[in-house]
């Protein structure tokens, strides 16, 4: 009965902002430490970021630091992805998940739950 559910995907141009949002449901939010997950057509799925459970830690890879912001409120049990200047290479499918700990992680194998995924596609 967990659910994890994506919103806020879309076009948009090269430069610009999207945010997205995951509405958790089925789980003690608080207990989790939550990230996101993308994947490009034809590639593995990468990882995005992560938050621990309290908000207070935070983990990118280098290809979004700097452009993406992962923030969560705990008493809305939703997780957000604030990505700026959006790149052609962002393009992918993204996922929210839901990790097996409350600390952090960057791994599938540390996911417990995944969303069904949103699409983000950034046009040049």
């Known amino acids: 009965q967990v659910q994890l559910v994506e919103s806020g995907g879309g076009l948009v141009q090269a430069g610009g902002s999207l945010r997205l949002s995951c509405a958790a449901s089925?789980?003690?939010?608080?207990?989790?430490?939550m990230g996101w997950f993308r994947q490009a057509p034809g590639k593995e799925r990468e990882f995005v970021a992560v938050i621990n459970w309290s908000g207070t830690m935070t983990n990118y890879p280098d290809s979004v630091k700097g452009r993406f912001t992962i923030s969560r409120d705990n008493a809305k049990n939703t997780v957000y992805l604030q990505m700026n200047s959006l790149k052609p290479e962002d393009t992918a499918v993204y996922y929210c998940?839901?990790?097996?700990?409350?600390?952090?992680?960057?791994?599938?194998?540390?996911?417990?739950?995944w969303g069904k995924g949103t699409l983000v596609t950034v046009s040049s």
């Open positions: 089925g789980l003690t939010f608080s207990g989790y430490a």
């Open positions: 998940a839901a990790g097996k700990y409350g600390s952090l992680w960057s791994l599938s194998r540390d996911v417990a739950y």
